[in-house]
Nanobody, 124 residues
Framework: QVQLVESGGGLVQAGGSLTLSCAAS????????MAWFRQVPGKERVFVAA???????YYANSVKGRFTIGRDKDKNTVYLQMDSLEPEDTAVYYC??????????????????WGRGTQVTVSS
């Protein structure tokens, strides 16, 4: 089992920045892949970024060049640095994790564990 707790959401103006954090517990940190998804009401949860246990990063085209994912093994934490935020980035952001390695990164079904989410609102 892996427990995930997100933090760092909030309200920001367009063009601003936010950093989301996700603290993981319950399993050896270097044995899990981690990812961020986001969801707006009435729509499906969509992939934002992922980072493998080997520190390889993957990004959705919509955030490439603006968002950066990283992880700190000493703190068992994954981060999502979000720059140049746009109103379209408004969503609930969810942290996810999996213990079984796979070459598939972008589907919600690729992950087994989820946090409760943190709201990010970008005003125009």
């Amino acid at each position: 089992q892996v427990q995930l707790v997100e933090s760092g959401g909030g309200l920001v103006q367009a063009g601003g920045s936010l950093t989301l954090s996700c603290a993981a517990s319950g399993r050896t940190y270097n044995e899990i892949d981690m990812a961020w998804f986001r969801q707006v009401p009435g729509k499906e949860r969509v992939f934002v970024a992922a980072i493998s246990r080997y520190y390889a990063g993957y990004y959705a085209n919509s955030v490439k060049g603006r968002f950066t994912i990283g992880r700190d093994k000493d703190k068992n934490t994954v981060y999502l640095q979000m720059d140049s935020l746009e109103p379209e980035d408004t969503a609930v952001y969810y942290c996810s994790a999996r213990s079984v390695y796979s070459s598939s990164w972008t589907g919600p079904n690729d992950y087994d564990y989820w946090g409760r989410g943190t709201q990010v609102t970008v005003s125009s």
